[in-house]
């Protein structure tokens, strides 16, 4: 059984920068697949960002170059830290995790994943 708990989020401007966070519980973290997750209102959840083998990553076209996925097994936490932020990135950032250390492409779905976060709401405004 993995917990995991998001911080981080906030009201924020257009260009601002924010930090998330996700402590999860376990001692199994490293071989977990981790993964940030967000949904607007009236939205899908949508995958943001993944970190699988600890230096496979993936971005979604409307964060990359912006988002960065990083993890600190010691610390058994994930991180997600948002620069130039847009009105667009407004909405609830979750992260999850997934039991498996090797990229597959059904890690974009969410349904795929075993455990998740409360969520940390994050709001850009204009």
């Known amino acids: 059984q993995v917990q995991l708990v998001e911080s981080g989020g906030g009201l924020v401007q257009a260009g601002d920068s924010l930090r998330l966070s996700c402590a999860a519980s376990?001692?199994?973290?490293?071989?977990?697949?981790m993964a940030w997750f967000r949904q607007a209102p009236g939205k899908e959840r949508e995958v943001v960002a993944i970190?699988?083998?600890?230096?496979?990553?993936y971005y979604a076209d409307s964060v990359k170059g912006r988002f960065a996925i990083s993890r600190d097994n010691a610390k058994n936490t994930l991180y997600l830290q948002m620069n130039s932020l847009k009105p667009e990135d407004t909405a609830v950032y979750y992260c999850a995790a997934k039991q498996q250390s090797v990229f597959s492409a059904r890690l974009f779905w969410a349904r795929v994943y075993d455990y998740w976060g409360q969520g940390t709401q994050v709001t850009v405004s204009s």
């Open positions: 376990g001692r199994t973290f490293a071989t977990y697949v």
């Open positions: 970190n699988w083998s600890g230096a496979g990553i």
